[in-house]
C-alpha cells in the first residue's frame, strides 16, 4: 500500500516540476523598434531587451519568447 502511494506521489511531484519550468521558460515582451533590415527590439518583462530578427511585427505588437538551442525566438500573440 505505502509503496503504491509512493510512487503516485514521486510522479505527481515529477510532473508538476516538468510542467513548472515548460511555464516559466516562456517569457512576454513587447517590441520597441523594428528596423529596415527586419532585425527588432524586443523588451521582456524580466527588464532585458533583446534583439533578433523577426517578420509580420511592428512596434507595440506583444510577443512570447523562448529560449531555444540557445537561441530566443519570439512568436507574436
Do not use: N, Y
Request: proline share 1%; net charge negative.
Amino acid at each position: 500500500m505505502f509503496h503504491k502511494l509512493a510512487k503516485r506521489l514521486l510522479l505527481a511531484v515529477a510532473v508538476m516540476g516538468v510542467v513548472a519550468h515548460v511555464a516559466l521558460a516562456s517569457m512576454p515582451g513587447t517590441v520597441t523598434d523594428v528596423d529596415d533590415q527586419g532585425m527588432v527590439t524586443i523588451w521582456t518583462e524580466d527588464g532585458k531587451e533583446h534583439q533578433l530578427k523577426m517578420d509580420g511585427v511592428q512596434v507595440g505588437d506583444k510577443v512570447e519568447c523562448d529560449v531555444k538551442d540557445g537561441k530566443m525566438v519570439c512568436e507574436k500573440q
